[in-house]
């Protein structure tokens, strides 16, 4: 148990574009969500948390209206990356915490390439 | 605030032999300890947490690892790796209770030679 999935695994986009990034917990529910960016070779840096209902709260760094989070129900969170541009082109990676446990749980990860 | 230091960012390892990745952390206040895995394109895998009690905790693929609070240290150790140990690992910590966030350390790297 305690699976969460992300959609899509990877994107490529055109500098300018939105791209929306799923993430899902398949067999728990999830009051928390949370969105890590990973980039090459380094180590995951927290985005922003994620909970159901109500507005995410970001990193201090993060731009909020650039990277919009909505977590509309208790199994789904979605990431939006508005005005793509090259740099924002890294390995995004969800985790849902499950409320009977300590631990969080990882999704596979996007990679997303903006041209 | 908590910080984790992941104190190498590579180790080469011979197949079957022991080694150790070694992790401290500071924080003002109590803390779960956590040792992540990551192979190439894909999320992060636990291998084993500390939330309390027991100071040697067992995990997966037969890592285990030892909470030392004296000396804020959660070192991961294995007496023995395979080829299929190679991947990133990654030492965490969050403040306790509730769905709190994970602060990362840098990553090591663990490479096995045959």
């Known amino acids: 148990g305690a699976v969460v999935s992300q959609h899509p695994s990877w994107v490529i986009c055109k500098s300018g574009t939105s791209v929306k990034i799923e993430c899902r917990s398949l067999?728990?529910?999830?009051?928390?969500m949370f969105w890590y960016r990973q980039f090459p070779k380094q180590s995951l840096m927290l985005m922003a948390t994620s909970n159901e209902g109500s507005k995410a709260t970001y990193e201090q760094g993060v731009e909020k209206d650039k990277f919009l989070i909505n977590h509309a129900s208790l199994t789904l969170s979605t990431l939006t990356v508005t005005s793509a541009h090259p740099e924002d082109s890294s390995f995004y990676i969800c985790?849902?915490?499950?409320?009977?446990?300590?631990?969080?749980?990882f999704g596979p990860g996007t990679r997303l390439t903006v041209t | 605030a908590q910080s984790v230091t992941q104190l190498d960012s590579q180790v080469p390892v011979f197949e079957e032999a022991p080694v150790e990745l070694r992790c401290n952390y500071s924080s003002s206040v109590s803390v779960y300890l956590f040792w992540y895995v990551q192979y190439p394109n894909q999320g992060l895998q636990l291998l084993l947490k500390?939330?309390?009690?027991?100071?040697l905790v067992k995990g997966i693929n037969g890592f285990e690892a030892e909470f030392n609070k004296s000396q804020t240290s959660f070192h991961l150790r294995k007496p023995s790796v395979h080829i299929s140990d190679t991947a990133e690992y990654f030492c965490?910590?969050?403040?306790?209770?509730?769905?709190?966030?994970?602060?990362f350390g840098q990553g090591t790297r663990l490479t096995i030679n045959p």
């Open positions: 965490a910590v969050s403040v306790t209770g509730g769905a709190q966030k994970l602060v």
């Open positions: 985790s849902a915490h499950r409320d009977s446990s300590y631990e969080q749980y």
């Open positions: 500390y939330l309390s009690g027991s100071t």
């Open positions: 067999d728990f529910q999830a009051t928390t």
